[in-house]
């Protein structure tokens, strides 16, 4: 499966954005889905993470209670909302899949998940 992320850009503080990972060659609703991100001199952390039928979410620390992630498997798209930005998430923001077997399997850790988009750029302005 090839996963291309899409969506960021420039926005002030408080402001809101939403990311898409796109999936192709496979059909998305076969993988578990994480969005993970990653800032100049920082580890790749989890942002948010989806299980195959969408029953189960994962968040980091930093997005809970103010990023969404959802998904569409008939669009093969999974999506991050992203509310009240603060300038802290600044990074870029890539999206990975995981085949999963258990429909409601979320995995947590980077190492878990085999394939992987390139990433966009989001930038929070203060």
């Known amino acids: 499966v090839q996963l291309q992320a899409s969506g960021g850009g420039l926005v002030q503080a408080g402001g809101s954005m939403r990311l898409s990972c796109v999936a192709s060659g496979r059909t998305l609703s076969s993988y578990s889905v994480g969005w993970f991100r990653q800032a100049p001199g920082k580890e790749r952390e989890l942002v948010a993470a989806?299980?195959?039928?969408?029953?189960?979410?994962l968040y980091g620390d930093s997005a809970k209670g103010r990023f969404t992630i959802s998904r569409d498997n008939g669009r093969n798209t999974v999506y991050l909302q992203m509310n009240s930005l603060k300038p802290e998430d600044t990074a870029v923001y890539s999206c990975?899949?995981?085949?999963?077997?258990?429909?409601?399997?979320?995995?947590?850790?980077?190492?878990?998940?085999?394939?992987w988009g390139q990433g966009t750029q989001v930038t929070v302005s203060s």
């Open positions: 990975g899949a995981e085949e999963s077997v258990v429909a409601v399997h979320v995995p947590g850790s980077v190492h878990q998940y085999d394939y």
């Open positions: 989806i299980s195959r039928n969408s029953r189960r979410t």
